[in-house]
């Protein structure tokens, strides 16, 4: 019996696959890592297998193109091994259906997955407050019912064009079984022969999926025969691989229509299912001159991707590139800092100040309201919309009032743009409900499967495709796609040159938004403002000088002659919010190329810009506000208990110091934070208070139900958030620290508000 599992064909494909195929079983380990939330949780990548969304929700259609897109995995995974180690196994030439015999007993590795990712998803949903259990069912049978339905047509594909060994040849064949004498000595010579052989194999499954013997093997008389077998089924795999990846490409013309814009995780799968049938269609044509034909094409590729065709730039959207590029050296810059540069941005800055300080009673001082809001993805876009919902509630909106500056990286200052856009509407709106919900659902729409979509038809080939904004033609990538779907999730209210702004923050009706973005060139900052800002270039702690390196260039002012002005603000917004491989570094029209890419590498709280801003206008504000309230939104808890140390493993000690930095980069910048905020609150002629809002789910309390903590994981770093992430998102507001800097900002706006009515009445 044990020799009879040993050499079963399941059993004997498994080994050779460790043995030979260890890459394609690596991709399967991978995507059971994801799924068992040991990889790429921070990422929120398992959940996009999990909770699959498609037009914006999880349903029974998500589920059934997660089926499409496993199996069409797992069919890949067989084409290709079946090209490369078919032949091994001369018996299967002899069946009926020699490939689909081939497919049953090759499904160890994909049968462990699918158990497993069932296994899992299935208690995801069950844990995840749907309006019924028998959901979790309905999402089960759509899964299945994608698995199926493709099983179902490729291998009928096969059932009707692959023909075994018996039609084939079937004039020839029975003269030669007659001449073949296939007494017991014969049959049990053959079937020593097998033992010793690497690749013996005793039992197979059949389509019964039962075990059955392996006849006596003939190959030795049908050698070239059994081989056209091969030949003829390999073709025809071949022909289907590239089907699929022709028509995956084809989706690529169609990629902004919403219907094709797959689950995120789904166009993964499809993305790998593509390289493993590479490899397949690769082996088929150069058989042992595979490696060396890779290996040469990696280099070619590598070599070329520097020329023009490969390597087309990611636009910034509504900039003139047909000018001539602006040089980028240190002359350049020494110019853009001249002191009476300076002097003139500062200038229009004050006139901006003043038009904020005349909408208060003159007879007192107006608090100035700051707001700095961190990065994060669109967890943090959806909890900075959600915090100044809830500062706008306090004193019909007096907080919202005096907020004269916004600051921020990446996801916060998504959503503070959109509030403010919202804000600026309802001046002249009065339906407008800033409170509203539907404006949390929309911020949090999912953004990422046109993205990842995007890549897997678009952006991994030569980008060909063109749209036209403010009469420029542009390539379209991931950076179009997530401009586009954000644009779409937010009723268009976005979409507009950030000159449209320069109005309304002149007369103060709106807060100043500097969006900063990070220079990978130099580690700069570029700040894109409808108004010049040249002083922010200046330092904290000291004067400008010479000897001091530049801190930020003005987008406005350095690219005045490429139409800086019409600079679409969605993607100003993305430039700020640019995760490395998700959406594409920008390129700008500067000699060298200026790149830039998400700033939160350099300040991803936004403190930084308003502490500088104070520092630049501490005169102006000691003279005329009573003093500086700075808002901070955080994404994360500000300071968490101190993690236990476990004896690292080998493995351990080569990543942690990895991990280290990245998990600590929080860390370090807060410290680096709260010494600067220190110094100012002591050294500036004014009062300075700071009043901070952190997302902490694991310290809700749900009072209602049980009176203690709910065990809520902290949302992922994503484009793309669950039902449950976005629950745990906005319940932080009831945290303890959260409902006190409310209570702080009630207790400063709405006493001051009735001291002043009060003074009025008199």
Same mark, same amino acid.
């Given at each position: ?174 003269? *030669? ?101 590479? #490899? ?197 990538? *991931? ?195 709260? #010494? ?37 994981? *902290?949302?992922?770093?994503?484009? *793309? ?42």
């Amino acid at each position: 019996m044990r020799e009879k599992i040993l050499y079963s064909f399941p059993v004997q494909l498994f080994l050779l696959h460790l043995r030979k195929n260890l890459a394609l079983i690596l991709i399967w380990a991978l995507l059971i890592g994801i799924i068992l939330e040991k990889f790429g949780v921070v990422l929120g990548i398992p959940f996009l297998f999990l909770d699959p969304e498609y037009l914006h929700q999880v349903s029974w259609m998500s589920f059934f193109l997660m089926g499409i897109g496993f199996a069409v995995l797992t069919m890949a995974f067989h084409m290709t091994t079946y090209i490369m180690d078919g032949r091994q196994f001369t018996f299967l030439a002899l069946l009926k259906k020699p490939f689909i015999h081939f497919c049953i007993n090759n499904s160890i590795v994909p049968l462990i997955f699918y158990l497993i990712y069932i296994i899992r998803f299935v208690s995801f949903q069950l844990d995840n407050d749907l309006e019924s259990n028998w959901e979790v069912l309905y999402y089960y049978l759509g899964f299945s019912g994608g698995s199926i339905a493709s099983y179902a047509v490729i291998f009928g594909y096969f059932a009707f064009t692959n023909k075994d060994f018996f039609i084939l040849f079937a004039g020839t064949l029975d003269k *030669r079984l007659r001449k073949v004498k296939f007494s017991r000595a014969n049959v049990l010579s053959q079937y020593k022969d097998r033992k010793v052989n690497k690749n013996k194999i005793l039992y197979f499954l059949n389509l019964r999926l039962q075990p059955e013997q392996v006849r006596p093997d003939i190959s030795r008389f049908e050698g070239s025969q059994l081989l056209r077998v091969f030949d003829q089924n390999h073709l025809n795999l071949f022909l289907i691989q590239v089907f699929l990846i022709l028509f995956v490409l084809f989706l690529g013309f169609f990629k902004e229509k919403p219907l094709l814009q797959l689950p995120a995780a789904m166009s993964g799968t499809l993305l790998l299912a593509i390289l493993v049938m590479l #490899v397949g269609a690769v082996s088929f044509w150069l058989r042992s001159w595979s490696t060396v034909a890779v290996f040469t094409f990696i280099v070619l590729v590598n070599y070329f991707s520097n020329f023009s065709l490969l390597n087309r730039p990611h636009e910034a959207y509504g900039i003139n590139y047909s000018k001539d590029p602006v040089p980028y050296n240190l002359q350049k810059l020494d110019e853009l800092l001249h002191a009476d540069t300076v002097a003139k941005d500062k200038n229009n800055t004050i006139l901006i100040l003043e038009n904020w300080k005349k909408k208060f009673n003159s007879e007192s001082k107006p608090k100035l309201v700051m707001i700095a809001a961190s990065g994060g993805g669109q967890r943090a876009a959806l909890w900075t919309l959600s915090v100044m919902q809830n500062i706008h509630s306090i004193a019909d909106g007096e907080v919202i009032r005096h907020t004269e500056l916004l600051t921020g990286a990446s996801g916060g200052v998504l959503g503070e743009a959109f509030f403010r856009e919202l804000y600026l509407r309802s001046l002249t709106d009065t339906t407008i409900n800033l409170s509203d919900k539907k404006y949390q659902d929309q911020i949090s729409a999912d953004n990422l499967n046109p993205i990842i979509f995007t890549l897997l038809v678009n952006d991994l080939l030569i980008r060909n495709q063109h749209f036209e904004y403010n009469g420029y033609q542009h390539l379209k990538d *991931r950076g179009f796609a997530f401009e586009n779907q954000l644009n779409l999730n937010t009723d268009g209210i976005l979409d507009k040159p950030i000159s449209a702004y320069e109005e309304p923050e002149f007369t103060a009706d709106i807060p100043l938004l500097p969006v900063s973005t990070l220079i990978t060139n130099d580690g700069r900052k570029l700040v894109i403002s409808p108004h010049s800002m040249s002083f922010l270039g200046t330092s904290i702690m000291g004067k400008l000088g010479k000897e001091e390196k530049k801190q930020t260039i003005d987008f406005k002012r350095y690219f005045a002659a490429h139409s800086a002005d019409d600079l679409r603000f969605l993607t100003a917004l993305r430039m700020c919010a640019t995760f490395p491989f998700i959406t594409p570094n920008v390129q700008l029209p500067t000699d060298p190329v200026m790149e830039t890419m998400d700033t939160g590498l350099s300040d991803n709280f936004g403190i930084q810009d308003a502490l500088r801003f104070m520092y630049v206008f501490q005169d102006w504000i000691r003279a005329n506000t009573a003093g500086v309230v700075l808002i901070t939104i955080r994404d994360s808890e500000k300071s968490k208990e101190i993690a236990p140390s476990f004896p690292p493993k080998i493995l351990e000690k080569i990543f942690t110091p990895f991990k280290n930095i990245y998990s600590n980069w929080d860390n370090v910048q807060t410290i680096q934070n709260e #010494v600067l905020f220190n110094y100012m609150a002591e050294s500036m002629p004014f009062d300075l208070e700071k009043i901070e809002f952190e997302y902490a789910p694991e310290k809700v309390q749900d009072q209602a139900l049980t009176g203690s903590q709910i065990a809520m994981q *902290r949302a992922s770093l994503n484009w *793309r958030l669950t039902a449950k992430e976005k629950k745990s998102i906005l319940a932080s507001i009831q945290t303890s620290k959260n409902q006190s800097s409310l209570h702080r900002l009630r207790a400063l706006f709405e006493f001051r508000e009735k001291i002043i009515e009060t003074e009025s009445d008199k």
